[in-house]
């Protein structure tokens, strides 16, 4: 039979004993892929590209997240601060008022 996802003619599916074709048990170059416990199942797990675009994917939500509870900090302390130089500043109109002036 015609091998169609690697496009070689020279690739058959015969049966092997444990009931996978031999097409399933072997990637392109040929090598055995079964897993060792001898289910016939394929269990190749995540290449290493793979683990290194998860891992870049995750580090930008991470530095995100940390960018912008930073960000959040820093303007919740800066309207404090400007809320409490504004308390100062009614306070001291207070006094100011309080007092009383001499005519000139």
């Known amino acids: 039979m015609i ?3 690697s496009g070689r003619d020279d690739v058959d ?3 092997a004993g444990d009931g996978m074709s031999t097409r399933a048990r072997t990637n392109r170059v040929g090598i055995d892929t079964a897993a ?3 289910d016939g199942t394929t269990d190749r797990g995540a290449s290493l590209i793979e683990m ?3 891992i870049v994917l995750m580090s930008t939500v991470v ?3 940390i960018s ?3 960000v959040t900090v820093r303007a919740t302390a800066y309207e404090r601060d400007h809320a409490k130089a504004q308390q100062w500043l009614q306070a ?6 309080a007092v009383d002036f001499a005519s000139c």
């Open 52 to 54: 290194l675009i998860a």
């Open 68 to 70: 912008s509870v930073s």
């Open 92 to 97: 001291a109109i207070g006094v100011i008022e």
């Open 36 to 38: 060792p416990g001898g």
């Open 63 to 65: 530095i995100a997240v």
């Open 13 to 15: 599916d015969t049966q």
């Open 3 to 5: 091998g169609l996802e």
